[in-house]
């Protein structure tokens, strides 16, 4: 066997090892792109499903205030209400402020990046 021909064989063999490494190293990227692309699926669920249950907090929450304010406002007792449904209703505006600052202050951090 000659150079030239030694050479080409050399050549042919570095050829195929490269393709070779190649195609496991996208065969590889191809399943760690589904990997990811299934984690985006579940944040997508889970940030959607953690929306849902903070609209559904929110609505009970005005819905309770709401509640308390027109029994303070009807004529059932005389517009009296004991204590701890004041109490009540005050904590209910404060985790409301709370929860406002909250989202407020993701937004500025998004908005932010």
């Known amino acids: 066997m000659n150079i030239q021909t030694e050479v080409a064989v050399i050549g042919l063999i570095q050829a195929i090892m490269v393709?070779?490494?190649?195609?496991?190293?996208?065969?590889?990227?191809?399943?760690?792109?589904?990997?990811?692309?299934?984690?985006?699926?579940?944040?997508?669920?889970?940030?959607?499903?953690?929306r849902i249950m903070m609209e559904m907090l929110s609505a009970t929450g005005k819905l309770s205030r709401e509640t308390a304010k027109a029994i303070k406002r009807s004529s059932i007792n005389g517009g009296q209400i004991n204590g701890e449904m004041d109490k009540a209703l005050n904590e209910s505006d404060k985790s409301d402020d709370e929860y406002q600052k909250f989202v407020q202050q993701l937004i500025s951090k998004e908005i932010l990046r």
């Open 19 to 50: 393709a070779i490494i190649g195609g496991l190293f996208a065969g590889g990227m191809r399943k760690s792109n589904k990997r990811l692309m299934k984690e985006d699926l579940r944040s997508a669920i889970r940030a959607e499903e953690n």
